[in-house]
């Protein structure tokens, strides 16, 4: 390129040509000339595409037919295209003549952006890869969405309804939302002229339901139960989430339209997983390596950063999931998870579960509390007898540095959490009571407690503590899902507390 | 230089040099430059005086180009070094149109200037007109073509022409340089600009390829030079040729003489003439030295009819015409309903206006008048000129139509009009300006010429014998 520096943005004509003119060429036709000195220049402009026969046409605003020569020319380093007079610009040299020597024509030339140079890969490779449709599928197939039916009222007062992938929020103030039918949906024209939509997030288990709305039916609703929303719109049932919308704006984009809409309502509808689509497939979301967005818990989720590679390396060479979560004496939090359980009866891991801690839950936290928390830990047990095995097991616990979780109370704590809803507070009476149902035995969190089958088949968990600089207990770490055939829990455990201590140093550290 | 063997004047063996000091007869060059030139040696002075850039007048109406002064200054070294140096002068479009009334003035002008000088000069004329009844038969008989625009003349376009001149092609000149007559000095009607250039070339036995191409190139002077300006001079060969400028600190560059082959042609690659097609796109432009440049690899396809080019102007009318400037903002706000009230109202007074038999025009400068519909700007001026150009039959009328209109213009009143002393800025008085007759090119159409005898041609001795031999030599 002789060591031309072309600018990063477009730059104008005159600033890259050394002549532009305009002159007679006879009497009828007026010949323009744009001249370059440096042959990469002279390239670099010929290349970009701007100074083409339909560009002169709508510069100069005359039909295509009245331009008799438009081409580059290389020996000259030129461009050069001749047009036909145009009767605005009279008979040459005669009545109504505005430019005799037809010299000051070029003049709208002059600003004529040239886009700067564009790199060997977007002008050679792309644009043929580009024009393929399965290639920009699978490409952006890569790219996971979610699935929502989008419904409304058609003009004779019945439901229609369209599945998009391309579901997205926009703007909070106002609170806007977006998705991108195509232009050829045959849906969308029915449910826009009543200028109201409904999107309803659908759920993993619905992907008939999107199967259904994706299909040509005549009756998309069949089989299906709903109800209006505020405007009038379906919200499906057993939909995650719906968000009720005005249309605020619909924009052209190519094959299809970007429809915006005005939130007038929204809500979640039930605590589950989300349709995916993925790959040119439909699935739903694995956890994997998830954690808690709190600022509440900013020192422990800080933590939890550094420790999670540790975790995801131990998840994916048992096969097991890992978690990490939180107790501030009154209440722990899941705060993070790693891989996926192998076992299909240990039930996921939620992040953000949150349960009260109250005997027996939390157990790992209260082997390392203070007196008066183990009090109020216990407050639930009447009997004093059990209180006192449960300070016994607490400092078994300690002592062996785990301890652990069982099938027939992981099943109870599970319903515990499904019932409990929101964040905080006081346990309900009737959570104590079914909390301090679990307690019957404390023996059976303790390993090695005595009992050979410690940890045996039954136990589904386990948990240990890290600890702070201070030796404060910093998280509770939790493997669970691990395959129970292949190694005894005994061997998990040794990996859980490797990991523990590894993730203390990391704290100190 | 080879050894030469002079047949009317012209070196019949190749490589000949070819100077032509100025592009345009009249718009001056340095005589130093030139006379180095000369004794550097010099087969042919040929210099071009006509266009029909300058619009249709020059041929309607019969005016020059420049004045006789410019014409009588830049001849008179070039008839001294033909007197002296026995090296022909070719002199093409005489006068601007290349009328018959202008290749005569010339001829006169030349006179008048070998007799001040004290010498004698043979010249040839060749004529450029033809008979309006010669066109008006191949008209009849379809053997003239459209125009770019697809317009064909009409009869009256024809008959109405105030003169009808043809581009003659090189056989003219090849003729008075073949011919026994001895001549100095051709002076000839209008010519395809290269013709002289390349019939120099053709009688040496130079292809006509590389002929047309290197007097396409010269005809316009030093316009392919870097810097532009001032004379060129070719050595040409059989199949190639060279270029170099004759003014010192010049330079002719690969680049400057390819560029130049754009100039006021409507293509770059294909240039048409009257004797075929030269085809200039594989050639190529090689630097000699930093100021010279050779050009090889033209192609000529010669056509199979022989065609000429007419070129004929009528009178349209009388123009008279005013200028201003508007400043009131108010007023430019609404300038082309204004402008339609005055002209309606104008009307009324004058029929012929109405009617259409005369016309007015504006032009707004500071809005469209350059481009007209062309101008792709839409921003608002803070001041307009405007020129008004009124047409009609007679002077006398488009004085008068024209002092109605300014008038309106100046005091017609507009709707939220403050300003209500005057709405015009007028820089001139007497404020109407009558300018004369207005032409316009009724015919510029291709015509075959297929078994036409035209061009004549006429010998005269001008100047008168020198009879002080020391004035000669004091040169």
Redesign the interface.
Known sequence: MSGTVFPKSSVALQDLAK?IRS???????I?F?V?F?DPAVYAHVRDSDVLTRAAIAK????DDADI??C?F?E????F?F?L???D??????????????GA??H??LLDIQIPPPRRIMTTRSVPTRAADADWFRQVLGQYPTGVSVVTGIDADGAPAGLAVGSFTSVSLDPPLVAFLPATSSSSWPKIAPGQKFCVNILGADQESVCGAFASKAADKFAGLSWRPAASGAPILDGAVAWVDCELEAVHEAGDHLIVVGRVVDLDIERPALPLLFFQGGYGSFSPHSLALRDTRFGVQLQLVDRARPLMEALAQRTGAQVGAAYCDGSELTMLASAGTPTDPHASAVAIGQRLPVLAPIGVWWMAHATDTQVQQWLQGIEAAELRARYRDALTQIRRTGYCLGLTSVHTEVQALVNSRSGPGGEPTAEERQLIAGLALNPMDYVPSGGDARRPGPDVVSLWAPTFSPDGEVALGLMITGYPRESRAAQAYAEDLLALTAEVTSLAAS | MSERSDVGGVSVSTPIRIVTPTGMLGYGYRAADFWRCVDEGVDAIVVDSGSTDPGPYMLGLGKTLVTEESYARDLRPMLRASHERRIPVLISSAGGAGTRAQVDEMVDLIDRLATEEGFALRVASIYGDIPATTVQQRLAAGQIQPNVRGELPSEQDVVGAEAIVAQMGAEPFRTVLDSDEPVDVIVAGRAYDPAPHAAVSIKARVDPAIAWHMGKILECGGACCEPKGGGVVATVYPDTFELTPMTPGHACTPLSVAAHTLYEKSRPDLLVGPAGVLDISDCTYTAVDERTVRVSGSRFEPSVHPTLKLEGAAIVGYRTTFIGGVRDPILIGQLDEFLARVVKLVGGMHPDLAFGVAQVKFRIYGRNAVMGDLEPSTQVPHEVGILGEVTAPTQEQATAICTNIRVGVLHLNYPGQIATAGNFALPLTPMENPIGPVCAFTLYHVMDAEGLDLFPICYRHVGTPAHDASKEMAR
Do not use: H
């Not at chain 1, 002159?23 to 036709?29: L, M, R």
């Not at chain 1, 020996?75 to 030129?78: D, I």
């Open positions: 002549v002159k007679n060429a006879g009497p009828y036709e010949t000339d001249m000195t510069l100069y605003r005359i008799t020569y081409s020319f020996p000259a380093l030129a050069k001749t036909i007079r145009q605005a610009q009279g008979k040459q040299g005669s009545v109504g003549e505005r430019d005799t020597f000051q024509q003049a709208p």
